[in-house]
Nanobody
Framework: QVQLVESGGGLVQPGDSLRLSCAVSGFTEVYYAIGWFRQAPGKEREGIACISSSDGSTYYADSVKGRFTISRDNAKNTVYLQMNSLKLEDTAVYYC????????????????????WGQGTQVTVSS
């Protein structure tokens, strides 16, 4: 059974940094994608970053490019999302998701393509 557990969310001020973690267990596929998504109140869930387990290829949405960095620690089965220069509009519930790499377009991660999800962690950016 696949389990994804996010952690690291919190309340920060604009310009601050946070690092989210996604601990993955039970995923049997050798090659898979881990995506970070976020959902703000009243908005659709947005894919913001994605990483491949095979070669470490990454994708970033324009809204976070240059500020967020996705990385992986295969030894710990953990994927991170380093978020710098946080803005008010980054406030959302952040989710990580996993799927067999064959079923994901890494350059365009979509919610419907991912079958395993974490419970989400709240990130609030407020002055």
């Amino acid at each position: 059974q696949v389990q994804l557990v996010e952690s690291g969310g919190g309340l920060v001020q604009p310009g601050d940094s946070l690092r989210l973690s996604c601990a993955v267990s039970g995923f049997t596929e050798v090659y898979y994608a881990i995506g970070w998504f976020r959902q703000a109140p009243g908005k659709e869930r947005e894919g913001i970053a994605c990483i491949s387990s095979s070669d470490g290829s990454t994708y970033y949405a324009d809204s976070v490019k240059g500020r967020f960095t996705i990385s992986r620690d295969n030894a710990k089965n953990t994927v991170y999302l380093q978020m710098n220069s946080l803005k008010l509009e980054d406030t959302a519930v952040y989710y990580c998701a996993a799927e067999d790499l064959d079923y994901v377009i890494l350059s365009s991660p979509h919610e419907a393509d991912f079958g395993s999800w974490g419970q989400g962690t709240q990130v609030t950016v407020s002055s």
